[in-house]
Each structure stands twice: as C-alpha cells, then as structure tokens.
C-alpha cells in the first residue's frame, strides 16, 4: 500500500496554527493544575476535595501518556495505524507528549499533597499555652459528602469515600478493573491474539472513562456540601480554553495538514478529553456562580486568609 507523503513545508499556515494552537493548549491545561496545588498548600489541607477524583487522575493521565508517547514513538504502532488508514500517520503531536507527561506528574504531586496534609493533621499537636490536648482528627478525617444521615449510614454508601486519603470501594474496584483490563489485554498481545495498536486504543479508551467518572465525585461533593470551596475553581477557565484548541489543533492538523478527516475520530484520546473536560466545565462554572453563589459569597466574607483563591 502506497503511502500517504504529506511535507510540512506544503502548508506553512496551517503548521503554525497548529504550533500556536499547541502551545495555547498546553499552557492552559498545564496550568488548571496549579490552581488546586497552590489552593491545598495555602489551605494546608485538602477536605472539600474528593479522593477518587485524587486517585483516578494520575492513573487517567498515565493512560494519556502511554497511548501518546507509544502511538508516537512506536515503530510497530505506526505501521498498523498506517495499514489502517491508507498511509497515514497517527495525528499525535509534540504538545500531547510534554502535556501528558507533566499532567501524570502534576496530578501525583496532589496525591502526596493529600496524604501529607492528612497525615500532618492527625499526629501535629496543637500548639499553645495550657495542658497538651490529643491531636484533632477533625477536618481531614471527617466525612466529605454530608447529609441528614447518621456516620455508620454515611459509610456504608459505596459512591463515598469516608476519609480524604482513601478512595471509595467503587474507587478501589474501577481501578482494579482498569489495571486488570490492561494486563489481560497486554497478554493477549504477546500471544498475537492483538495488534499493539489494538493496546493502545483500549488504553487510551481508559483515560476517557476515567475522565467521564472522575469528575462525578467532585460534582456529587459540590453538591452535598452547597458548596465549590475547596475546589479550585480557577481551573475551569483554564479547561475550556485548553478544550477549544486541543480540539481545534487536531482538526487543523488531521484535515488540513495530514488531509485526512478520519485522523479525528482515530485520537479517540485527544477528541474525547476535550468534549468531556468542556462539558464538565460547564457544569463546575453553574454551580459556581449558579447553584452555590450566595455561599461562596459568604465563604468570602467570613473565611479566613488561606481559603480564597487567587
């Protein structure tokens, strides 16, 4: 089969839109990270912030970076891709790689950073003049979905977590299903039973399940609480635009470039993220300034230095 041959210098213009369109996305889905660090380290704690969502991230993100980095550097991936679609090359471009790798290290460093604020806050006595009191476990330990119902209910439900450091039991057993599904399937390609480029779609097909669940807690938590304080909300801006041209650099480049519209629908990754991550926005900015905004007026008024965003 004759191979597609597409030179860069053929469209200079659309080459450029998708440089500038990479840095755009790279730059503000990089920094929507920042936001929930800077917001935890000056809180000094993380409740408000759900677990799963914690926990998933960093696996979604390693799901990114292995379909990325495999359908780009992979010889073997590139020649099956190209088998199925008439020469064509996989339409993953240098700002997917450095964005999926700094996001997998952004969203591990949260991790820590809840386990550290967790763990600082059950064994740091409390400082002051008087007799020396039991460290208060209050806040980091306590329930984050609140309702009417009484604690042993609340723990008992399997969509809640009961503790900012562990994931909940529906968590525990997605992330087991995921890693399981991943090993299965690894295996069958070593026997050929796959094409590697077969993994890396299941791979991939994983990092956009887990960005349509992994936002749920968050939103259930909102919800419960009538209230975003916790969440850095300053993420969401950032999400959107990162959406519209991460979007927007794959159309450029699949159609213009590569001259082959298929090349959207064959990044399953890039295009599912940004439909999802805009949808999702939406739905924080409505309870942010909808839903919730005479709370976080008042969480305004009333909370101290260290609760605000920037």
């Known amino acids: 089969m004759a191979e597609a041959t597409v030179k860069v210098d053929d469209h200079p213009f659309a080459n450029a839109l998708v440089s500038v369109f990479g840095v755009i996305y790279f730059v503000a889905w990089s920094y929507s990270f920042y936001p929930q660090l800077i917001l935890n380290y000056k809180r000094k704690k993380t409740t408000g912030l759900s677990p799963d969502f914690i926990y998933i991230n960093p696996v979604g993100f390693l799901a990114l970076t292995i379909w990325s980095w495999g ?5 073997i991936a590139k020649k099956q891709y190209q088998s199925r679609h008439d020469g064509h090359s996989p339409q993953i471009s240098k700002s997917d790689l450095a964005f999926s790798l700094h996001a997998l290290l952004i969203s591990t460093i949260t991790v820590i950073q809840v386990w550290y604020y967790s ?14 009191q039991t460290p208060s476990r209050r806040g980091e330990e306590e329930p984050l979905l ?11 439900n399997l969509l809640i977590s009961d503790t900012p450091t562990r994931p909940s ?35 991939s097909s994983i990092k956009l399940f887990i960005s349509m669940v992994k936002y749920i807690p968050q939103v259930v938590l909102n919800w419960n609480l009538r209230s975003v304080e916790g969440f850095a909300i300053g993420v969401v801006i950032c999400d959107l635009i990162g959406s519209i041209f991460s979007f927007a650099q794959l159309v450029v480049s699949s159609i213009y470039i590569d001259g082959d519209a298929g090349g959207i629908i064959a990044n399953p990754a890039k295009m599912g993220l940004s439909a999802l991550s805009l949808g999702f926005d939406l739905i924080f ?16 008024v009333q909370g101290g230095s260290g609760d605000e965003e920037d």
């Open 146 to 156: 609140l309702n009417n119902q009484d604690q042993d209910n609340l723990k008992s």
């Open 169 to 203: 039991l529906t968590c525990q057993l997605a992330l087991l299903g995921v890693f399981a599904a991943s090993i299965i399937s690894a295996i069958l390609v070593w026997y050929g039973k796959y094409q590697f480029l077969d993994w890396l779609y299941l791979i």
């Open 119 to 132: 763990r600082r806050s059950s064994v740091k006595p409390r400082a002051g003049p008087g007799p020396r």
């Open 285 to 300: 900015i409505i309870q942010k300034y909808w839903f919730f905004a005479n709370t976080s007026k008042e969480d305004e």
């Open 71 to 75: 359908a780009y550097f992979s010889p």
